[in-house]
């Protein structure tokens, strides 16, 4: 939680940065883009690199496959690879790519300087707080072992605080650690702890124990059970097993096996209010893919109902504790399909049970016409575009998805920008973190769409979408934002009006309303590419009533699902060519205005 916290602070420092600068900022400011762990085995695949998910913690697994292999060292910068009894640690971060030199960190020595047997660190990890027990968990005992240690050393360890905590907390562990505890692992008796925190002491304790240390096991440490073993056949859990390790089914095997979600931090601007958290946009999504999964078949009204622990970081969740998150049947004409059917199942009416399931998570199901008719890719994109409020936005997604084909790695990696928008920054991230829920969609409907098409690579570019995005809330005519070719303009206004129609359909409507940016003042423009004009007079990073102040943070979910979202209906071709903002207030009188229902 604490990283998690830490990381947000550099977010905002980064979004501040470009608000500010209207650059992109060095690498004192890098922050990881949205959803790289999730699509990183993939493009490895894709390269021809064999790629597998372990089904326990990764530090584990590498940690147990170092001292299986008798690997030279381990990479890395988890203090936890110290605490394993496995290969020597080396710092990523002290590395020297140059020179290939880095620091070791040394185990022994470790165990020298604070008196302890590597067999005893595993314990030391659990009281001074890790992944299992948590810091407060052991509070006590560490205020314990600190107040004796220094009553037993009047002149005590000089250096940092956190420094004499370790040697105050390694004195009671060699002091507590008999014969016994050295024999059978067991955690001592002297130690003040009530019967559930034994339990979890002895779970951490356990996590650390590798392959081969039998002397020391702690009971079963085989791979636990699965969370949801009565909602789901045997033989689903076995295909979602080997999904996973397969690195295909990540989303899917963290509902059934492990019945929890996590969501590390995304790129989004806390101080930007009207934006909703990716959390909060696709939760309805995530609640039918539950629903998929787990009612297998059933309409979700039986008693014990089972609720899925997300754990998603975004501003205003304090990740004090889980949001339990329930699932919620998809909506077909007929009752929903059984798991094994559409996992297991043959021939063209499955086939064509699995896209309306697929599409049904995302309530798309009037998209199915346009499947053969365009690229699968473009049909993604859509699905998503759908939970995006504003026309201005809209069109900057479904114009980049249809240009990004006509351009090549060498065109993209060459568009200049006049500057950096915090705000398409963080739509940006709000794309990526909607097709990882494309990948769990399609793995749980068994696979209507090629995993190709779901990744970023084959529809969305950072550099083209901002480009689309400068574009389209400054007014630019369609033809300028579909690069003046007749093919993506034509595909481009029929995707567009599929959306329109999907979205009537559903009572949604989209509402234009430009936001024109202005580039702010900074250092002068370095070798940028104008896109066609130079008149930004606007910011138009208007604030308005935000989503937190609308009572739509985590505190408050009712009035975050039952939010009323203004759309309005896109013009063709009525904007000026050039990146002219519009004025606030202007009325767009071709436009019409609809009610969006709840979705």
């Not at 290969?87 to 020179?99: T, Y």
């Not at 956190?162 to 955690?187: F, P």
């Not at 574009?471 to 300028?480: E, I, K, M, P």
């Not at 409507?509 to 590419?529: E, M």
């Amino acid at each position: 939680v604490k990283r998690r916290r830490r990381v947000n602070g550099e977010i905002s420092k980064l979004f501040r940065h470009i608000k500010a600068q209207g650059e992109q900022p060095g690498r004192e400011l890098f922050c990881l883009p949205s959803g790289l762990a999730t699509f990183t085995p993939f493009a490895l695949r894709s390269l021809g690199q064999e790629v597998f998910c372990s089904v326990r913690e990764a530090d584990y697994e590498i940690a147990s496959y170092a001292r299986q292999h008798g690997s030279m060292g381990i990479l890395g910068q988890d203090s936890d690879f110290i605490i394993y009894d496995s290969a020597p640690c080396f710092s990523v971060a002290k590395l020297r790519i140059h020179s290939l030199t880095t620091v070791m960190y040394d185990r022994q020595r470790l165990c020298q300087t604070i008196g302890l047997t590597v067999a005893q660190l595993p314990l030391l990890a659990c009281l001074l707080g890790n992944d299992v027990v948590s810091e407060d968990k052991m509070l006590h005992i560490r205020n314990n072992a600190m107040a004796t240690y220094r009553i037993d050393n009047p002149t005590a360890h000089s250096g940092a605080p956190q420094g004499q905590m370790v040697m105050a907390v390694s004195h009671l562990v060699s002091s507590v650690w008999g014969r016994e505890e050295q024999e059978t692992g067991l955690i001592p008796q002297t130690l003040n702890l009530s019967a559930p925190h034994r339990e979890l002491l002895k779970r951490g304790v356990r996590s650390y124990l590798l392959p081969g240390e039998e002397a020391i096991q702690l009971g079963d440490i085989s791979a636990p059970s699965s969370a949801f073993e009565k909602h789901v056949s045997s033989e689903i859990l076995k295909a979602c097993r080997e999904k996973h390790v397969a690195a295909e089914g990540f989303m899917v095997y963290s509902v059934l096996c492990e019945g929890v979600i996590e969501c590390s931090n995304t790129l989004e601007d806390e101080e930007d209010t009207e934006l909703l958290p990716q959390a909060l946009v696709y939760k309805p999504c995530r609640q039918r893919i539950y629903g998929l999964l787990l009612l297998n078949g059933h309409e979700g009204s039986r008693v014990d109902l089972p609720a899925i622990r997300e754990w998603f970081v975004y501003a205003g969740n304090a990740l004090k504790e889980p949001d339990m998150v329930h699932p919620v049947p998809i909506s077909l004409q007929y009752n929903p399909p059984v798991l094994d059917l559409l996992w297991f199942g043959n021939g063209p009416e499955v086939s064509s049970l699995r896209l309306k399931s697929f599409l049904s998570m995302f309530d798309c199901q009037e998209l199915s016409e346009l499947y053969g008719a365009v690229e699968d890719s473009l049909l993604a994109a859509l699905c998503l575009v759908t939970y995006i409020a504003l026309q201005e936005d809209c069109d900057a997604y479904l114009s980049q998805a249809v240009c990004l084909r006509l351009k090549s790695p060498k065109e993209l990696q060459h568009i200049k920008l006049p500057f950096l928008c915090s705000r398409a920054v963080q739509l940006g991230s709000l794309y990526v973190r909607g097709l990882a829920h494309l990948l769990g969609a399609n793995c749980a409907s068994g696979g209507p769409l090629p995993g190709a098409a779901l990744m970023p690579w084959s529809s969305f570019d950072g550099r083209l979408f901002h480009s689309k995005y400068l574009l389209a809330h400054s007014g630019s005519d369609n033809t300028v934002l579909l690069d003046r070719d007749p093919f993506c303009l034509s595909q481009f206004l029929c995707l567009r009006e599929k959306l329109t129609e999907t979205c009537r359909k559903r009572g949604r409507v989209l509402q234009s309303r430009p936001k024109a940016p202005q580039q702010a003042p900074g250092p002068p423009n370095r070798d940028r590419h104008t896109g066609g004009g130079e008149n930004w007079s606007e910011r138009g990073e208007t604030t308005g009533g935000g989503w937190r102040e609308r009572g739509e943070a985590r505190g408050d979910p009712n009035k975050c699902e039952n939010r009323e979202r203004l759309w309005a209906r896109g013009g063709g071709g009525t904007r000026g060519e050039h990146f002219h903002p519009h004025p606030r207030g202007r009325s767009h009188r071709s436009r019409g205005r609809y009610q969006l229902a709840p979705r």
